[in-house]
């Protein structure tokens, strides 16, 4: 019963570039979380997606990060045209339901933005 | 916006100590609360979690409790060990968590 798989586990990009975070949740979960952990900070809440649905992205920046959660896949989170200010550690986890249930965190992708 | 605070931020106790680490948090109206393990360059392992409606949870040598009139949690390890060595996380909510920067320990053989 494999855990929360993310990849790559490490990501370089030059400024401008695109980045794209991958997230297979564990299996039966159909609900997935992206935080981010910058640098001497905590972890900080991005997006909460179900399949097909974006449940809360109240915690995404306005511009250049985007997230989806299809029907068959991984889950994704893109970044666009990245700035040096995008490099940190991303992190996916899951659920089996919403709400009183354990989160399952992946080993993270760590970016880094030339 | 719920804000956590974790102290200390760091520590080193001997082996065979008991650790305690201490969470606070703004909000009271929480749903739920979890500790998390975190070692370096690695994910999240989620240690134990506390629901609402509940005062602690207990798991081996791993205590939680959580009093939220004064928005508290404290997790008590009994008798650390040098593979305890990790940084130690404290999240709230329900699906949208916040996190506080977490307590650092070392355990010294």
């Known amino acids: 019963n494999a855990g929360v798989m993310q990849n790559p586990r490490h990501l370089v990009r030059r400024r401008g570039q695109e980045a794209r975070l991958r997230c297979s949740p564990m299996?039966?979960?159909?609900?997935v979380y992206w935080y981010r952990q910058l640098p001497e900070e905590g972890l900080k809440f991005m997006v909460y997606?179900?399949?097909?649905?974006?449940?809360?992205e109240s915690g995404m920046p306005k511009e250049r990060f985007s997230a989806e959660f299809p029907k068959e896949g991984p889950s994704i989170l893109r970044i666009q045209q990245v700035v040096r200010g995008d490099s940190a550690a991303y992190f996916c986890a899951s659920s089996r339901r919403d709400g009183n249930e354990k989160l399952f965190f992946g080993s993270g992708t760590q970016l880094s933005v030339l | 916006k719920q804000e956590v605070t974790q102290i200390p931020a760091a520590l080193s106790v001997p082996e065979g100590e008991n650790l305690v680490l201490n969470c606070s948090f703004t909000d009271s109206a929480i749903y739920n609360l979890q500790w998390f393990r975190q070692d370096p360059g690695k994910g999240l392992t989620s240690l134990l979690l506390?629901?609402?409606?509940?005062r602690e949870q207990t798991s081996g040598r791993l205590n939680a409790s959580l009093d939220k009139s004064s928005g508290r949690s404290t997790l008590y390890i009994a008798a650390s060990q040098p593979g305890d060595s990790a940084t130690y996380l404290c999240?709230?909510?329900?699906?949208?968590?916040?996190f506080g920067k977490g307590n650092q320990v070392v355990v010294i053989p």
């Open positions: 999240a709230v909510g329900n699906n949208r968590l916040a």
């Open positions: 997606l179900q399949k097909e649905n974006i449940i809360d």
């Open positions: 506390i629901q609402s409606s509940q």
């Open positions: 299996k039966g979960h159909s609900h």
